[in-house]
């Protein structure tokens, strides 16, 4: 197998458009069955504070462990459920696990965000089917927070996306732009949107404290954040002079594998009930 193979061996040979096409028809039928079954599961990564590495919240992550595939990586399986038009479907299975473990973990009351695809934000139907999921569960909807990509929000339709977003607001939810500074949207649209956080994107944070305009743009965000009245976090911290430069950025919340990779609610229970939250 050429994947196998190692990563900086060069590829000898590569699959047939026919071949490519019958692992990619595989990938879309066990897709389908994975979504009738319910078998896509999450994993929680924590948001901490970093001056006390206190867990301040998660973000759920999905995760789907096909028994003859593997593991397959969301950044895979989102867009085909995008092109399949199984976004809404696979969505709404995400919000009803986060809300039934966050029944679970309601005496927390730590807030847990859950990435929401453009597509699946346009669905007419969303913000109502949203709120029935969370009202089935009894969970106060300020605990859920919604991370959108700027890509959400500059198709065709922003008044209508600023509309859902006011809705979505005004019922309580938290709401946070993920991977800031990757996208195109104009801060004169940013502006008028009724949004809580920005996440600074991991390509910015990789780069920190050695890339001078690293160093800029993840600065020149939080003190935006600051001037907007806006929360800020970090994703994709791994090393500890990272987190020193946003903390003396003044950024005080962030992500990452320096304190924790995304892992199964379970794994933190425990640790949360020994601490007195
Ligand atoms: P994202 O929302 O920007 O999530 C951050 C990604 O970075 C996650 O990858 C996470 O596991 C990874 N990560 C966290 N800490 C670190 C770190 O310190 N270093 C590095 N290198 N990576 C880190 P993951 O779980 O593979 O998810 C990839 C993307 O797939 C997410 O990006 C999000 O856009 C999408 N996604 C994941 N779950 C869902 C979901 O339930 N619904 C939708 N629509 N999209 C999802
Ligand atoms: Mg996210
Ligand atoms: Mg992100
Ligand atoms: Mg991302």
């Known amino acids: 197998q050429a994947k196998s193979s190692g990563r900086n061996q060069f590829c000898f040979y ?9 692992d990619e028809l595989k990938l879309e039928q066990a897709l389908r069955e994975a979504l009738k079954h319910q078998q896509l599961q999450l994993h929680y990564q924590p948001k901490f504070a970093l001056a006390s590495n206190h867990i301040v919240g998660f973000e759920a992550l999905v995760r789907w462990q096909h028994p003859q ?3 397959v990586s969301p950044g895979r399986f989102i867009p085909l459920a995008e092109k399949l038009g199984l976004i809404s479907t696979l969505g709404e299975q995400v919000l009803q696990q986060v809300c ?3 029944q679970q973990w309601q005496h927390l009351a730590l807030p847990v965000s859950v990435n929401i695809s453009a597509l699946q934000l346009a669905d007419a139907d969303f913000v109502s089917r949203l709120q029935h999921i969370v009202q089935q569960a009894g969970i106060a909807p300020g605990l859920l927070e919604l991370e959108l990509t700027e890509s959400c929000l500059i198709h065709e339709q922003a008044e209508q996306t600023l509309n859902q977003l006011t809705q979505l607001k005004a019922l309580g939810f938290k709401l946070s732009i993920d991977d800031f500074g990757t996208g195109y949207s104009s801060l004169s649209y940013l502006r008028r949107l009724p949004i809580d956080t920005l996440k600074i994107d991991q390509s910015f944070v990789q780069d920190l404290p050695g890339n001078i305009s690293a160093c800029q743009i993840a600065s020149a965000i939080i003190a935006m954040a600051k001037a907007l009245g806006l929360d800020v976090i970090a994703e994709g911290i791994e090393h500890q002079q990272q987190l020193d430069f946003l903390l003396q950025a003044g950024c005080d919340k962030g992500q990452g594998y320096l304190v924790s990779a995304p892992r199964p609610a379970q794994d933190f229970t425990k640790a949360l009930s020994a601490e007195n939250y």
């Open 14 to 22: 590569q699959a047939s458009a026919g071949q490519q096409n019958a």
């Open 69 to 71: 595939l593997g593991q």
């Open 100 to 102: 039934q473990q966050q």
